[in-house]
């Protein structure tokens, strides 16, 4: 009965250490992981806006380190000896002003001191976080809460891309600022925030935990004062031992050639695949805006893939040159000519309005032929002949029409621009006073 007793309130013990801890602890790592890679995602902009080369940009990544190494030693001292909850509350609220300082970095240095600023901020908070849970599970109970809370990193870096990207595509240019200063502020205020409820919310030892009952604290504290006392009959080590133990060096280099390869690749990923093709930050380029064509539209609504106009602009600028002053009203304008297109020309110019070759081949030609204006039809061009049978009419290159079918629809295309019908349909076209033969 008593076994039972014991094991019954040891799993409820546990049980509600766990969910108090590890969700805040949780939480903590999040922010810890995306506010070191974030950088990855501020460089798709970052680097054109501040003329960073990609070396400099991986030394501002790599500094960081340097600073984190440097006092994570000292740091975990720190939090012996101040206690859990004051001490990592201050390395969340300073290494949250740091990261929301970063967003107004304006030149290499900057960036240099506020990411080393970072690393010294952040020092000893993966470590410090793994004592503070010696102060409230057993052994045997280590090692789950420890990867309730380490799989946080994970987590932020599969979610870190889109809330950063977002909030920089969505930000941009909002109160003069660009949209990767937005995400160091959206990212490092709420680690401040996280900071100050730190100091309300975590207890720095079982005997100090009011949200425990008197049996669970006691049954607590039991448990960890036996697993010290027999740790402690094993003798205590010196800190030169453990610089001096090749087993601590052996598995700090191996665990440096494995965050080589993981920050490695959180920090240049981005810039990896959006090199890889026409990408924006946060979706294909060409997604449809405001003002732009949406996937699957008419392509000639696009722009020319030969640096031409808009169809709208060359629409526009069509009507413009066919509105002549006493010419009726506006005469209809056919579709942008393609290589093979065997559709009439209504009028000879509309034709070469539309095509930017064609402009260019009608101002050499125009130098030695001139154009003919009068006030009652619009401008007629008048070429050498080949350049009008082979864009003017728009018939295939190697398609030769007969010289009286010629004379026909040059006629016909003057008569609907006087009348200001439609010369294109067939139906009116019929209509059409023919050409009188000449007479022999």
Known sequence: MAGASVTELEQQTIRRVYWRLIPILFVMMFFNYLDRINLGYAGLTMNKDLGLSPAIFGFAASIFFLGYMVLEVPSNLMLHWLGARIWLARILITWGLVAALTAFVWNPLSLYVMR????????????????????????????????????????SAVLGGPISTSIMTSFDGTAGLHGWQWMFLAEGVPTILLGLFTLYYLTDRPAKASWLTKEQAAWLEGELAAERAEIE??????????????????????????LVGIYGLLLWLPQIIKGMGNLSNIARRHRHHRGQPQLGQDRRSQVSSRGGLSARRRRDARQRLCREPGAGPRVPVHRRLQPQ?????????????????????????????????????????????????????GIGRHRWLPARRLRHRRHHARQAARDGIDGRDPVIRRTLTPLPRKQP
């Open 116 to 155: 080393f600023g970072l690393g010294v901020a952040e020092a000893g908070f993966m470590p410090g976080v793994v004592l503070y849970l010696t102060y409230w599970f057993p052994a045997r109970y280590r090692a789950r809460a420890v990867a309730g809370y380490i799989i946080a990193g994970s987590f």
């Open 233 to 258: 009959q094993q003798g205590q080590h010196r800190l030169i031992e453990c610089v001096l133990d090749i087993r601590v060096w052996l598995l700090a280099a191996l665990f440096g050639c494995a």
């Open 341 to 393: 297109c065997r559709q009439p020309a209504v009028l000879e110019h509309q034709c070469l309005a539309a095509d930017r070759r064609g402009r260019r081949r009608l101002d050499r030609a125009g130098q030695h032929a001139g154009a003919v204006r009068r006030p009652d039809r619009a401008v007629v061009h008048r070429p050498d002949q080949g350049l009008h049978r082979k864009l003017l009419l």
